[in-house]
């Protein structure tokens, strides 16, 4: 470690948690400690530059490699053929800091990519937490497993994270855009326990939906989204959103969305019906 790159990093981890509105120092001390040149291959690296009027993933190549591309708070291409990147570093942050991860706890990190972002959530639930990476992508997964070894507490499972059989959990947090929740996951969260993933419609821009199980049970969850976000779709049978959740989201009002129930009865405090769940403004009476 040379003294530039951890100046880099702590100037870095300060501008994407203030960025991203994280409040609990230890998001800041996390993103200051992990290197991320050790999660984006060899350089050149190549930095999103994509926005509305340029659709296709597009991305400036860097001239050499200074770490200092790295230190901003940008997307850095895993695979830029496929357009998957080493995400924002400021949403992550503010997502990190939504979940208050404790230590000790037992993390589920649903689409690892190449581990940057699960060794974070590996600092903040040290020591004596738990991470079990899962990434279904083989050829990320093995770069994972690389990047990861050595570091006390996670497992890299090259599998998919919605299937049969997942670790009992405190939090869950996913990194690949979904349609709707996977019934796996609610099932996985211990009581108070958390799901963070990316509410989305197919190939568009949805938001980070927070889901608190009740440590009593029932159908109506504490919920809230947390940034609005839009991540590379996840390879599942549940991963499209209709037209429904694409309205929805146009039609503004996700700020107000404070619960999740297991149940698709609509009223009038309805915000958006999936099958077998729904989002409501109503408060859920619980949390």
Partial sequence: ???????LRASYARYVTRQGGARDPRVEAAFAAVPREAFVG?????????????PAPAYVETPDDDPAFLYAD???ALDPKRGVNNGEPSLHARCLDALALRPGETVLHVGAGTGYYTA??????????TVHAFEIDPGLAERARTNLAGINGIIV??????GEGLPAADAIYVSAGLGAPSLTWLEALRPSGRLLFPLQPEGGYGGMLLVTKPAVGGISWPARFVSRASFIQCDAPIAAGDKALESAFAGGGWEQVQTFRLDDQQ??????CGIGWSLSLARSGQG
């Fill in 42 to 54: 060899p350089a050149p690296w190549f930095i999103y530059a994509g926005s509305a009027n340029v």
């Fill in 120 to 129: 974070l959530l590996s600092r903040l639930v040290a020591p004596n937490g």
């Fill in 267 to 272: 009223d009038s405090d309805t915000w958006y």
């Fill in 1 to 7: 470690m040379t003294d530039r790159a951890a100046r």
């Fill in 74 to 76: 940008v997307l850095i």
């Fill in 157 to 162: 499972h090259a599998r998919s994270g919605i």
